[in-house]
C-alpha cells in the first residue's frame, strides 16, 4: 500500500507492537500519522504447540486498519548490541510475516530501538497514579504507543522512514501457524 507523502512524511496509519515473552501490546496511529493511541494487550500462549491467538489477532488488526506498515520495537542492549530478546522478536516478526502473508496481506514491517520503553511506560503510569504492577497489560499498550510515536517522531524530523524494513527472507519457525 502506498501512501502520498507530505514534507519528507508518509500518510498513513501504523501500527506499533512491544512483543514480550508474555504479552504483546499494541497501538496504532490515525490516519494522518500524527497521534498514537493504545488498542490491545495480547496474551502469549505459553505451550509451543498453543494457537497463536496472539499472532491471528494481530493478523485481524492489520486487516481492519489496513496500515501502511507495522512497527516493532526491537530490544537492543544499551551499547546497541542484540542479544536473546532482539532474537526473540525476530523470531516473532517472522511468524507474523508468514500470518500476514497466509492472509494475503503484504505489509512492511518495520524495526525500531526500543530501548527503555517499558521503562518509560512504566514511569508514564507512575507519575499518573497507576500501580505497575496491577496495570502491566496497560504498560504493554503504552510501550506499543511510545514506539509508534518514536517512529513517527523520527520520520517526520528526518524525512525517511525510521528503523530497519525487516527482510522477506527472515524464516518462520514451521511449528507456527
Wanted: some cysteine; glycine content about 10%.
Amino acid at each position: 500500500m502506498t501512501s502520498p507523502t507530505t514534507g519528507g512524511f508518509r500518510r498513513g496509519v501504523r501500527i506499533g507492537v512491544d512483543v514480550g515473552s508474555v504479552r504483546v501490546g499494541v497501538a496504532r496511529t490515525d490516519p494522518d500519522g500524527m497521534l498514537a493511541v493504545p488498542v490491545a494487550t495480547l496474551s502469549r500462549p505459553k505451550a509451543v504447540a498453543a494457537p497463536r491467538s496472539d499472532l491471528l489477532t494481530l493478523v485481524d488488526l492489520v486487516a481492519d486498519y489496513e496500515p501502511l506498515e507495522v512497527v516493532v520495537g526491537l530490544p537492543l542492549g544499551l551499547d546497541g548490541t542484540e542479544g536473546l530478546a532482539a532474537a526473540a522478536v525476530r523470531v516473532y516478526c517472522a511468524d507474523l510475516r508468514a500470518a500476514l502473508s497466509r492472509r494475503g496481506l503484504d505489509v512492511p514491517i518495520r524495526l525500531v530501538d526500543e530501548r527503555l520503553t517499558t521503562a518509560a511506560a512504566t514511569r508514564g503510569l507512575q507519575a499518573a497514579g497507576r500501580d505497575a504492577r496491577s496495570g502491566r497489560a496497560v504498560i504493554d499498550q503504552a510501550a506499543a504507543v511510545i514506539i509508534v510515536q518514536h517512529a513517527l517522531d523520527s520520520e517526520r524530523s528526518t524525512g525517511t522512514p525510521p528503523g530497519t524494513l525487516l527482510e522477506h527472507a527472515t524464516t518462520p519457525r514451521e511449528d507456527r501457524p
